[in-house]
């Protein structure tokens, strides 16, 4: 692969695993204590963080696409290193956690709050999506500490 081509998908590579890094972290700053509050100020919140979800969907696709294309520059599976590829696995692995338990998570408790649900309600839900959260978490971050430390 031509240098110039692996320099380009390393720095996407960097940017997009900064956003799907950092962004939940932002986007989960004081959510339990909004929603637990109920009315306008979970509905909004809620609203908010549906409203972000996209970009962290796309920060994870092109952190995975960028990182194939990476592996294909480096030679393919044989020439990466291990840890790499456990923290790749890792990372892969938060994706059906964010499609399987915190997007429906998500999803409901908007439906909930919308129609005016209270918070006490919701509490199942809101640890359910949080739950999520922090398991996605600790994947995308087990993942930066294997590819980042050069063991
Ligand atoms: C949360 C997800 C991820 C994070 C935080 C992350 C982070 C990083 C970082 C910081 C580096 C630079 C390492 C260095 O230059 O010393 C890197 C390199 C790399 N990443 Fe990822 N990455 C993630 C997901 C992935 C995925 C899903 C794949 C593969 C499908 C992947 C494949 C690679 C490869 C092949 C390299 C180059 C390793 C080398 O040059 O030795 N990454 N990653």
Do not use: C, Y
């Amino acid at each position: 692969m031509h240098p110039t081509l692996f320099m380009a998908l390393r720095t996407l590579h960097l940017l997009s695993m900064a956003l799907w890094v950092g962004g939940p972290v932002v986007a989960a700053l004081g959510a339990r204590k909004s929603l637990m509050t109920g009315g306008d100020v979970a509905r909004d919140r809620v609203r908010w963080v549906v409203s972000v979800t996209p970009l962290f969907v796309v920060s994870a696709l092109l952190t995975v696409g960028s990182g194939i294309g990476l592996i294909l520059g480096l030679g393919g599976l044989s020439a990466v290193r291990r840890s790499v590829l456990v923290g790749a696995a890792l990372a892969i692995a938060a994706l059906p956690v964010g499609g399987v338990m915190n997007q429906p998570a998500l999803m409901k408790l908007k439906a909930h709050f919308e129609s005016g649900g209270s918070a006490g309600e919701a509490a199942p839900v809101i640890t359910r999506f949080l739950l999520a959260h922090w398991i996605e978490q600790t994947l995308r971050f087990a993942a930066l500490f294997l590819m980042a430390v050069p063991f």
